[in-house]
C-alpha cells in the first residue's frame, strides 16, 4: 500500500511529530481529493493494513485539511 | 561532409588565453595564443587551402597543402600545425606555394576517379574546391601506375557508404572516430602507398565496432564516406537549424533540404548541447517521419472493436469534444484528463495542460515523465528547490571524478557520452554504479576505477554507505555545509549516515558490492576537486526513486560539489523533452515552474491570464487514472503523443484501465499499441512538421523549426487549440511564439524567453530573466534556489518485489543505442536491422542451470504475467538478474513489470521485478508432466 510506503520513508525523521507532519504534508500536496477521501474512510473503518505512524497521519490531515476544497472527483 | 552553410576555421578554437599579434599577408591579426596559423588567416578571411584540416579535430600535418612562408623561419611550414607567434610575419600565397600546392593536388588527383559530374559530392566536396583552389590543370600521372580506383565499396551501413577508391587518406574520419566520438573503430592499414582506411579488422563498417554516428562521414572531404540519402536526392538545396526529436541531449541539427524532403541531418557545429556531433538515432533515423504507416486522415469510432472511420477534422474534434463534455455531465468533472508527451514541444505541452486546467475544469493532467525522472522533481526540489540539472553538459570537462549511477550513457544519451569519454580520456576518474557492466565500464581508452554492481533495487543503500565512509573519514566540506545548507539537518543527517548499520560492511550483504570498493569510491570522489554525479533511470525507476535523488543531493552537498563548473548533480534525461514538459506544469500538482496549484498567489495569476477559476486542489497522476477508470470514476483521457499501453509497466492492468473508459482521444502520428483501446484518432506533426521549443537535460531550451507539411494538415499545438475550442475554451494563438510569451508572462524563470531571445543567442538555459537575461549554466551558484540546502533522512527500505524459490531472478529493463523509448519512431527507420528484436540477457552461470543457449526461446514469468523472449547469454549481467529491452510491443516487456512505485511519486519500479526464466521446450515439459500428473 502507497501510503505505508510514504509512510517508511518519513519513519526516518528524527522526530515523531516531524513524521506524522511529512506524512500528512505529502499526501495533502500530492495526493487527489477522492484518493484522499478514500484514504480518510479507510481510516476511519479501521485501517487494518495502515501503520499506526500513518493512521494517525491521515486523522491530522484530515483534521487540519478537509479533503478538497472544491469536489471534483464525483458527478 | 560537413554543411556548406557552417564555416570551418581548420583547426579548433583555443579560447581564454592571451591575444598573440601577428601578420598574415600584410594584415594585422590577433587571436589566442596556441592558435594555428591557418586557423587565424581563416579569422582574418584568408583561406589557406588544405584537406586533412577541419576545427572539430586536432591539427594532424598530412596533406601538406597548407603549405606557408613565415619571416625568419626555413622551409615551407604546414599552417595547421604552426602556432602563432607574437609579431610573426606569415606569407600564405607565393610562387612557390602555388607550385609545391599544385604538385600536391596533382599526386591526390593520380590516385582519385575523375568522375566529378556524376560523383554524389559534386557541389560539395572539398578535394574539388582545393583542385580549383590551387589551380590544378594537368595530372600526369594517371596512366599506368598503381591506383585504387577499383577499391571496392562499402555499403554494409544502412545510411552510408565507404568507397575507397575515392579516398585520399587524409584520416579525418579516423580521427573523428577517435576524437569525436571516441569509439577507435577505425585506423590506417599498411603503410605509404598502401595505406588504406579499416573499419575494425580490414572487415566492413557492419562488421566493425562503429556506432553509426556518422562522425566519419561529416568529417569525410570527399565522397568516399558519403550518406546514402544524399547518394538518392542529391546534394540539398538549402537548409534549416532545428532541434533533434530524440533523446533528452537535445543536439542541434541543420535539417539540408530537397525542396520539403530531407537529403541530410548535419549536427550543427554551433549547437550548445552537441557541438556539431550526432548518434545513430538523430543524423540518420528521420525517415520514419515520411513512412507509409504514419496516419494523415482523424478517425472516430464509437467503441473500441469497430474499425476506425476516417472524417473530416471538424467531425474529430467536435466528436472528441461532445464525448468529454457527456462524459463530465454524467460522471462528474474529474472523470477527465490528459497527458502531455515529453516528445512535444513546450509550447505543445503547455497548452495540453492549459485545456485540461481551464477546459476540463480539473487538474488531471500528466505527463511521460511520471514514468521516468518524476522522483528527479521531487528529490531536485526538496534538496535544492528547483526541479532540474545544476549544470550544463559542457561542465563534464572539468570534472575530476565522474560518477556515473543507473545511466547507460552511450546508449541512452550517446553524444554525451561522447563528451565524458574525451574528459575521461584527458585523465578525469570514473566510477560507475550500476547493475550491469554498461559499456562505459570499459572501453577504448576508458577504465573505470570502480564499477560499483549492485543488486537492483539496492540504491540507496550504497548511497548510504558511500555517504558513510564520507563523514566518519571526515571527509565532508564542513566550510560549505555551514555556508550553505542546514545546519540542523545537516548535523541530523551526518548522524543517521554515520550509524554502524550504514557502513558500507553492513551494506555488502545487501548491495552485494564488496566495502574495500565502495570505501575506495567514496574517498575518491570526496577527495575530487571537482566530482560530478551523473544519472539516469537506473537512479529514478525504482520504489525508493525520491530517496535515492535525496541521497545524491545530500552527498553532493556534504562534499561541496555544488555551485560551480566541473562538479553538480546531473539527471540525464531520456526523452527529448522531458524537462520542458515537467518546466510547462504537466505534474497534476504543479503550474508552470514548478508551483504548487495550491499556491493561491501563482493560481492567481493564471485564473486572471486564463480568465477560469483553477482548481486548488492537486489531480490524478497517470497511474491513479488507470485506478479511477476501473473504479469507475474515469471515464475519458485526451493522450498526447505518448503510447501508454505499451510503456506503463503491468501493461495488463493499464489496458483494462484503458478499456473501461469510454472515450480514449489520441493525438499521434502511428496506430500505436495505445490507439488499440482509442475512441478518436487525430494525426499529429513529427518534430521535422511544426515550430516550437524543446528543452533538454542541462535546461537548454532549442528551437524547433518547421521544415516540412505536417501530412495531416495541422501542428499539434493547432489541434489542441481546437479541441479546447469545441470544449468552450477558445485559446486563439497565430504562431508557437505567441504561447512562449504566455509561458514568459505566467513563469518566473521563463520570463526573459522569447523566439527573439532564442534567435539571439541560439539557445537558452533557464533560469532566463532579469537576473539572467542570458540564461544560467550552473544553478546554486552562491544560494540555493530555496535558500539553504536541505540535507534529508535516506533510510533504506527494501522494495516489497522479492524474489522467491519461484521467481529467483531480477529483471531490470533498459535501451539500446539505435532504438528509441518503445520503438514507435526507430522500428520505422533502417534502425530497425540493428536491433531487430528484444533479447533477454542472462549469466551464463543461470544459463548452465536452466540449459538455456544463446538464441533459444525463452518464457519469462513474473507473478502477474509472462512474456516470450530470445536468450543472449551475457556475462554482462551478474547472476541472478537478468535484463531485457522494451523496444519492440511483441516483447511485452512491461506486462511483466509491476505496479511497485516509487514512494514519492508514484513513478514505477520499471528495475525491479521478480521472475523465472525457462527454454520454451522445458516449459512444454513441465506442462506436460504437469498435465500427466
Not at chain 2, 332 to 341: K, P, Q
Not at chain 2, 447 to 464: C, E, F, K, M, Y
Not at chain 2, 468 to 490: G, K, Q
Not at chain 2, 515 to 530: E, I, L, T, W
Amino acid at each position: 500500500m502507497m501510503a505505508n510506503d510514504i509512510g517508511a520513508y518519513f519513519a526516518g525523521y528524527p522526530g515523531h511529530d516531524q513524521a506524522v507532519e511529512g506524512i500528512a504534508n505529502h499526501l495533502r500536496n500530492f495526493w487527489e481529493p477522492r484518493m484522499r477521501r478514500e484514504l480518510v474512510a479507510y481510516v476511519a473503518n479501521g485501517g487494518g493494513d495502515l501503520k499506526p505512524l500513518v493512521r494517525e497521519a491521515v486523522l491530522t490531515m484530515a483534521r487540519k485539511s478537509p479533503a478538497g476544497s472544491e469536489d471534483v472527483g464525483d458527478g | 561532409m560537413r554543411s556548406r552553410a557552417d564555416s570551418d576555421f581548420a583547426t579548433p578554437l583555443r579560447p581564454g588565453a592571451p591575444t598573440v599579434a601577428l601578420e598574415i599577408d600584410g594584415r594585422a591579426v590577433a587571436v589566442p595564443e596556441g592558435t594555428s596559423v591557418i586557423r587565424a588567416a581563416a579569422q582574418a578571411g584568408i583561406h589557406v587551402p588544405r584537406l586533412c584540416a577541419t576545427d572539430s579535430l586536432e591539427p594532424f600535418g598530412s596533406c601538406r597543402l597548407c603549405l606557408v612562408e613565415i619571416d625568419g623561419q626555413r622551409g615551407y611550414p604546414a599552417s595547421c600545425t604552426t602556432p602563432v607567434r607574437a609579431g610573426m610575419k606569415v606569407r600564405t600565397e607565393s610562387p612557390a606555394l602555388a607550385r609545391l600546392r599544385r604538385g600536391v593536388m596533382e599526386l591526390y588527383i593520380s590516385d582519385h576517379p575523375l568522375d566529378c559530374l556524376t560523383c554524389p559530392a559534386n557541389g560539395n566536396c572539398e578535394l574539388q574546391d582545393m583542385a580549383g583552389a590551387v589551380g590544378l590543370r594537368e595530372v600526369r600521372y594517371r596512366d599506368g601506375g598503381a591506383s585504387h580506383l577499383h577499391a571496392q565499396k562499402d555499403q554494409s551501413n544502412p545510411y552510408f557508404t565507404f568507397d575507397p577508391s575515392k579516398c585520399i587518406v587524409c584520416s579525418r574520419c579516423v580521427r573523428a572516430c577517435e576524437e569525436v566520438q571516441g569509439t577507435f573503430a577505425l585506423t590506417i592499414d599498411g603503410r605509404g602507398f598502401s595505406s588504406v582506411i579499416s573499419p575494425g579488422q580490414n572487415g566492413p563498417f557492419s562488421a566493425s565496432e562503429c556506432v553509426s554516428c556518422g562522425a566519419c562521414v561529416q568529417a569525410c572531404p570527399t565522397a568516399t564516406l558519403m550518406e546514402k540519402s544524399v547518394i538518392e536526392l542529391g546534394q540539398p538545396e538549402h537548409s534549416v537549424v532545428t532541434t533533434c526529436g530524440y533523446c533528452g541531449v537535445g543536439c542541434s541539427f541543420r535539417a539540408e533540404m530537397k525542396g520539403d524532403l530531407v537529403a541530410r541531418m548535419v549536427p550543427n557545429p554551433d549547437g550548445h548541447a552537441n557541438h556539431g556531433h550526432a548518434c545513430v538515432k538523430g543524423r540518420f533515423a528521420w525517415g520514419y517521419t515520411t513512412h507509409p504507416d504514419r496516419i494523415t486522415r482523424p478517425m472516430i469510432r464509437q467503441s473500441i472493436d469497430q474499425p476506425w472511420r476516417e472524417v473530416s477534422w471538424r467531425d474529430a474534434i467536435e466528436y472528441a469534444a461532445s464525448e468529454f463534455k457527456r462524459i463530465q455531465q454524467k460522471y462528474g468533472r474529474g472523470a477527465v484528463g490528459g497527458i502531455t508527451s515529453s516528445r512535444c514541444t513546450n509550447e505543445e505541452t503547455f497548452l495540453v495542460q492549459k485545456l485540461v486546467r481551464a477546459a476540463f475544469g480539473n487538474n488531471n493532467v500528466d505527463t511521460c515523465a511520471r514514468v521516468c525522472h518524476s522522483p528527479t522533481g521531487y528529490g531536485l526540489k526538496t534538496a535544492f528547490g528547483t526541479s532540474a540539472t545544476t549544470q550544463d553538459f559542457e561542465s563534464v570537462m572539468q570534472a575530476d571524478v565522474i560518477m556515473v549511477i543507473g545511466a547507460n550513457v552511450t546508449e541512452g544519451h550517446p553524444v554525451f557520452a561522447a563528451r565524458m569519454k574525451r574528459r575521461i580520456r584527458q585523465g578525469a576518474k570514473l566510477i560507475v554504479v550500476d547493475p550491469r557492466v554498461t559499456e562505459i565500464v570499459r572501453l577504448p581508452h576508458v577504465d573505470a576505477s570502480h564499477h560499483l554492481q549492485i543488486r537492483p533495487g539496492t540504491n540507496v543503500a550504497l548511497i548510504n554507505a558511500l555517504a558513510h565512509v564520507v563523514v566518519t573519514e571526515r571527509l565532508t566540506d564542513e566550510a560549505f555545509a555551514a555556508a550553505r545548507c542546514d545546519p540542523h539537518e545537516f548535523a541530523a543527517w551526518k548522524k543517521f549516515v554515520a550509524e554502524p548499520r550504514n557502513s558500507p560492511e553492513s551494506m555488502a550483504p545487501v548491495t552485494g558490492v564488496p566495502a574495500a570498493s565502495v570505501r575506495a569510491a567514496a574517498r575518491m570522489y570526496a577527495a575530487a576537486p571537482n566530482g560530478a554525479i551523473y544519472y539516469g533511470l537506473g537512479v529514478t525507476e525504482h520504489s525508493q526513486g525520491s530517496t535515492m535523488v535525496l541521497g545524491i543531493a545530500n552527498l553532493a552537498m556534504a562534499t561541496g560539489n555544488i555551485g560551480r563548473p566541473g562538479v553538480g548533480v546531473n539527471p540525464l534525461r531520456g526523452q527529448n523533452n522531458v524537462q520542458g514538459s515537467c518546466d510547462m506544469g504537466s505534474f497534476p500538482h504543479e503550474l508552470s515552474g514548478y508551483r504548487h496549484i495550491s499556491d493561491e498567489g501563482v493560481r492567481a495569476s493564471f485564473d486572471a491570464a486564463w480568465g477560469v477559476r483553477l482548481d486548488p486542489e492537486p489531480g490524478l497522476r497517470i497511474p491513479n487514472m488507470f485506478d479511477a477508470a476501473l473504479d469507475g470514476s474515469f471515464k475519458g483521457l485526451y493522450v498526447q503523443g505518448e503510447d501508454v499501453a505499451q510503456s506503463e509497466p503491468n501493461g495488463q492492468h493499464v489496458a483494462a484501465g484503458l478499456r473501461a473508459m469510454e472515450c480514449v482521444v489520441l493525438q499521434d502520428l502511428f496506430l500505436n499499441e495505445t490507439a488499440k483501446y482509442a475512441h478518436v484518432f487525430l494525426p499529429g506533426s513529427s518534430f521535422l512538421e511544426k515550430n516550437g521549443t524543446f528543452t533538454n537535460s542541462e535546461r537548454r531550451i532549442s528551437m524547433v523549426r518547421k521544415v516540412a507539411a505536417p501530412p495531416a494538415g495541422k501542428e499539434d499545438w493547432e489541434i489542441t487549440c481546437e479541441l479546447a475550442a469545441a470544449l468552450g475554451y477558445p485559446m486563439k494563438y497565430s504562431h508557437p511564439s505567441e504561447i512562449m510569451d504566455e509561458i514568459a508572462r505566467l513563469t518566473p524563470t521563463f520570463s526573459g524567453v522569447s523566439y527573439q531571445t532564442l534567435e539571439r543567442l541560439g539557445s537558452v538555459q533557464w533560469p532566463c530573466n532579469d537576473s539572467a537575461p542570458d540564461g544560467t549554466s550552473v544553478m546554486h551558484v552562491d544560494r540555493f534556489v530555496r535558500g539553504k540546502g536541505s540535507f534529508t533522512i535516506t533510510e533504506c527500505v527494501p522494495t516489497d518485489e522479492r524474489t522467491s524459490s519461484e521467481y529467483p531472478l531480477i529483471l531490470t529493463t533498459g535501451r539500446i543505442l539505435s532504438q528509441y523509448n518503445v520503438g514507435t519512431q526507430t522500428r520505422r527507420t533502417l534502425n530497425a536491422a540493428m536491433h531487430a528484436e528484444d533479447r533477454l540477457e542472462i549469466h551464463p552461470s543461470d544459463a548452465e542451470l536452466r540449459g538455456i543457449r544463446d538464441g533459444d526461446w525463452l518464457r519469462v514469468r513474473a507473478r502477474h504475467a509472462e512474456t516470450r523472449l530470445r536468450a543472449l547469454v551475457t556475462e554482462r549481467v551478474q547472476p541472478g538478474v537478468v535484463y531485457t529491452t522494451f523496444h519492440h510491443p511483441e516483447s511485452r516487456t512491461n506486462d511483466l513489470t509491476t505496479e511497485h512505485s516509487d514512494w514519492a511519486t508514484n513513478c514505477p519500479e520499471y528495475k525491479v521485478t521478480a521472475v523465472q526464466v525457462a527454454p520454451e521446450a522445458r516449459s512444454a515439459q513441465a506442462r506436460a508432466a504437469v498435465a500427466g500428473a
